[in-house]
């Protein structure tokens, strides 16, 4: 039978991750870019780190950077991360990912990113190769069912703006999508490309000009102003990132993001034991959310559909 301090060494030992043993105790670090809108996708991956048994201070280290959707700051943010010797990068958003893939080609990235491959971050999804791998959002086809949505909402809607990272290489794939679904029903798209909240104002208020009916928001900008914004305008506001809502956005349509940010979790645990990015696939998500913020609806005048709200994994009163 062994003793109290016996038990106590190997319950220690158990919850010590293998990868801090295979590097003779050295506790992992890791590097946490984002690109803009911090929270709640931090929390959400360090929900997912705790969930695999690793505790900051304890048997991790994480150091976070984020760009506050200032896209010139990140390749310096990526550069102190590589200065650091992190263990892998974590890089959420496109712009984060172009930039620590530019700062390094030896530290593995775990990647959010939409179209990974169009973007030209890796050579395919099932063969990454080089040092990233990760998720792929998937944002430009989800993208299309917002304008669905719109139409469904409202009807007579006929122009949609698109507020649109000039910074992001996603944004073409972006556009292209929404444009061909606008063709499809019928639906002007009118993007505006902007880097940050400095430019939001006159956008919006050209888009009130030209009596657009809604906007969408691309995921890499920052969305508090945005929606303050289009609330301010009586504007339809919606973008593919499950947030959205939450922050007073009417509607979000994106993927799963407490599984998203588990998943990105679990594709660090097995770089830190031993694993190459070159040789984990990235995937694509397969479950999706709908979340419709009613109070939002209620202050624009909107009568949400009975069949939206039957499809919605969430409403927010």
Request: aromatic residues 4%; without cysteine.
């Amino acid at each position: 039978m062994p003793t109290r301090r016996e038990l106590l060494v190997l319950l220690g030992a158990l919850a010590v991750p293998l990868a801090s043993l295979a590097q003779q105790g050295r506790v992992p670090r890791l590097g946490y870019l984002d690109a803009a809108n911090l929270e709640p996708t931090l929390g959400l991956f360090r929900s997912g780190l705790r969930e695999l048994g690793y505790v900051e201070g304890q048997n991790l280290l994480m150091e976070v950077r984020s760009a506050d959707g200032k896209p010139g700051a990140l390749p310096a943010l990526a550069a102190e991360l590589v200065a650091m010797k992190v263990d892998v990068i974590v890089a959420i958003q496109t712009p984060a990912v172009l930039a620590a893939k530019q700062s390094t080609t030896s530290i593995p990235i775990v990647m959010s990113a939409g179209d990974p491959v169009g973007t030209g971050l890796i050579a395919s999804l099932a063969r990454p190769g080089g040092n990233i791998t990760g998720r792929s959002s998937t944002t430009a086809e989800i993208s299309a069912k917002i304008l669905e949505l719109f139409r469904d909402i409202r009807p007579a809607i006929r122009s949609v703006a698109v507020l649109a990272n000039v910074a992001d290489p996603f944004t073409k794939p972006f556009l292209e999508q929404l444009r061909s679904s606008g063709r499809n029903l019928s639906i002007e798209i009118r993007p505006a490309m902007v880097r940050g909240p400095g430019e939001y104002d006159a956008v919006f208020a050209a888009w009130v000009k030209a009596k657009v009916d809604a906007v969408i928001i691309q995921p890499s900008l920052p969305r508090g102003p945005a929606i303050e914004l289009a609330n301010k305008h009586q504007l339809l506001s919606a973008s593919p990132t499950v947030p959205f809502a939450a922050d007073g956005g009417l509607i979000a349509y994106a993927t799963s993001i407490k599984e998203h940010y588990q998943k990105l979790a679990i594709y660090v645990e097995k770089i830190l034991k031993g694993a190459r990015p070159a040789d984990l696939p990235v995937e694509q998500p397969t479950k999706f959310e709908l979340v419709i913020n009613m109070k939002t609806a209620k202050a624009l005048g909107l009568t949400i559909p009975q069949s939206i709200l039957f499809r919605a994994d969430r409403v927010i009163e």
